[in-house]
């Protein structure tokens, strides 16, 4: 059973466009929600994560929305770039230690 | 400061055989996580240690094992080894929890 649900599985964006991928969980035990970035080839990098306690995180281009009530948490990016080009993976984690649980991935295409 | 280091980046062995990966954290991280990650199962959580004891277990069968050694560097052993094992296997390190950074990984072929 998927403990952690993404979408969409693959994303079409200008160049300048606003990207946005949704992830949603059913375990209340989740304590902390990263977002990786994979490039082929390389490990997933780390991106941005929030903890249930704050409902919005921004660094940058990047924001985390959070909503506890739905279990449901997005990754906006602005003004996205070809270079932004890459999987993004959602991810959570009980706070017993470091087992991540994963989306399925989304592939994401910016388009000059 | 270096990141994760994996060791081999690439391996091919032939069903039957047994494999060690290994993992070296960034210095000063205590915890060591393995993944599995498949274009069908996608990212699969293998184990973690942490300060040489396994904190948490995946649901893989017991010929995927692990260790920590007292300089946080950590090994996965998978034995008898079978085609549907072939992956890249991800390390990542960390503190103590959250904030996981991963290694390039290893990109284990089984024939």
């Known amino acids: 059973q998927q403990q952690v649900k993404q979408s969409p599985q693959s994303l079409i964006v200008q160049k300048g466009g606003i990207s946005i991928i949704n992830c949603a969980y059913e375990n209340t035990a989740f304590d902390y929600f990263p977002w990786y970035q994979q490039f082929p080839g390389k490990g997933p990098a780390l991106l941005i994560a929030i903890r249930p306690d704050v409902s919005e995180k921004k660094e940058g281009r990047f924001t985390i929305s959070f909503n506890k009530s739905a279990k449901q948490f997005s990754l906006h990016i602005m003004d996205s770039q070809p270079g932004d080009s890459a999987t993004y993976f959602c991810a959570a984690s009980p706070n017993t230690g470091n087992q991540f649980y994963f989306g399925t991935g989304t592939s994401l295409t910016v388009i000059p | 400061k270096a990141g994760v280091t994996q060791t081999p980046r690439y391996l091919i062995k032939t069903r039957g055989q047994q494999v060690t990966l290994s993992c070296s954290p960034i210095?000063?991280?205590?915890?060591v996580s393995w993944y599995q990650q498949t274009p069908g199962q996608g990212l699969q959580f293998l184990f973690e240690?942490?300060?040489?004891?396994?904190?948490n277990k995946g649901n893989f069968p017991g010929r995927f094992s692990g260790r920590q050694f007292s300089n946080s560097r950590s090994e996965m052993n998978v034995s008898t080894l079978e085609l549907g094992d072939s992956a890249l296997y991800l390390c990542a390190s960390s503190l103590g929890w959250a904030e996981a950074f991963f290694g390039q990984g290893t990109r284990l072929t089984v024939v």
């Open positions: 240690y942490f300060s040489e004891t396994q904190r």
């Open positions: 210095s000063g991280h205590r915890s």
